[in-house]
């Protein structure tokens, strides 16, 4: 029987680290071991019948896709604070956040628009959909709405363009934009605590917080998933305005190239906060393999120009995976799926 805190080899093996009480500094030791490949049998969930869809919205996760895909940009207001993020105002219904590739952040779009793929496979509804797009530099010059104007060639010299046709333009992540949300300050030190314990064997989760937690749970496996350790500050944790639901949004320091100790760390003691999970998001990572995922990224339009991952990203993702399911099948083994696999 593996026990909850035995320590978990993440990925080449570098670094151990025990479930911390809350609160507590892990304790982390060097023993590289191998990491067991995935006992449990796979779970009989089915796939979820018709298009998917995206939590409070009214299209369908394609119709949007073609919407900020396609939509004639009105305007672009800067919004990023550590690098630059334009709110797009687009023609119609739908608006959007653009993402460009920059010099600060140059592969940052690439991963939004991965998380997005990887988000589908596990058939997410609270990830906005992204896909990326070509704007011509002279647009966003131009498009920079008259109160940021002045710092306009300043936006300008931080993107990375490329030559096509007679014109520079810039690829984008062109993200949804989820237009009611709030910051449900999930955070904060005494929230982080409060849900944590709720999220643990010997805590309890209310009925009517099924939903919220679930998406906890979901927010902390994705993240593994596609190595973001820049969740939990920043308000980069925002929720929907009937407080019910968590959108899982700004993904662009994910998907390093090769994992650091440090990081790796963080990522998965930030993971063990949850002993409970999705039966569908932990049946989707079952059937995740490196071909499909690869196959979903490379649906982006900007595949074919560029892989949206390299193949040591894509290693990556899937050596993360299968940590995420050695733990949940350690829980298992422990306390049996009903007390572990408890949300839908």
């Given amino acids: 029987m593996r026990s909850t805190v035995l320590m978990l080899g993440v990925l080449a093996g570098v670094v151990l680290v025990a479930r911390p009480a809350v609160g507590q500094p892990a304790k982390t030791t060097d023993m590289r071991p191998r990491v067991d490949p995935p006992a449990s049998e796979p779970l009989d969930v089915p796939r979820l019948d018709g298009p998917l869809r995206m939590h409070g919205a009214k299209l369908t996760q394609d119709e949007l896709l073609k919407s900020v895909r396609a939509a004639i940009v009105t305007g672009l207001r800067p919004v990023g604070n550590t690098s630059v993020v334009f709110a797009a105002e687009l023609r119609g219904s739908v608006n959007a956040a653009f993402r460009p590739r920059q010099k600060l952040k140059p592969l940052g779009y690439r991963a939004e628009i991965a998380a997005y793929r990887i988000a589908r496979l596990l058939e997410l509804d609270n ?3 992204v896909v990326s797009r070509m704007v011509p530099v002279a647009a966003v010059r131009e498009k920079i709405i008259p109160e940021f104007q002045a710092a306009a060639e300043e936006y300008v010299r931080a993107l990375i363009p490329e030559r096509v ?5 810039v690829p984008v992540a062109a993200i949804y934009w989820i237009p009611d949300m709030r910051d449900p300050g999930l955070d904060a030190s005494r929230r982080v605590e409060r849900w944590t314990r709720h999220l643990q064997q010997s805590g309890r989760v209310r009925e009517s917080e099924l939903s919220w937690h679930r ?10 998933l596609i190595g973001n350790p820049d969740r939990w500050s920043g308000s980069n944790l925002q929720g929907s305005h009937d407080g019910m639901r968590l959108y899982i949004r700004d993904h662009d320091l994910g998907f390093p190239e090769q994992d650091r100790v440090d990081r790796t760390r963080v990522l998965l003691e930030t993971l063990m906060r949850t002993q409970k999970f999705s039966r569908r998001t932990v049946a989707r990572l079952r059937d995740m393999t490196r071909a499909s995922v690869a196959a979903e990224v490379a649906k982006d339009p900007r595949s074919r120009e560029e892989a949206i991952l390299s193949p040591a990203q894509l290693d990556g993702v899937m050596a993360r995976r299968d940590t995420i399911l050695s733990y949940v099948d350690s829980l298992v083994d422990e306390y049996g799926a009903e007390r572990v696999l408890v949300f839908e």
């Fill in 165 to 169: 046709g007679e014109q520079d333009m």
């Fill in 215 to 224: 998406d906890i749970a979901n927010v902390l496996v994705f993240d593994y």
């Fill in 127 to 129: 990830v906005p959909p």
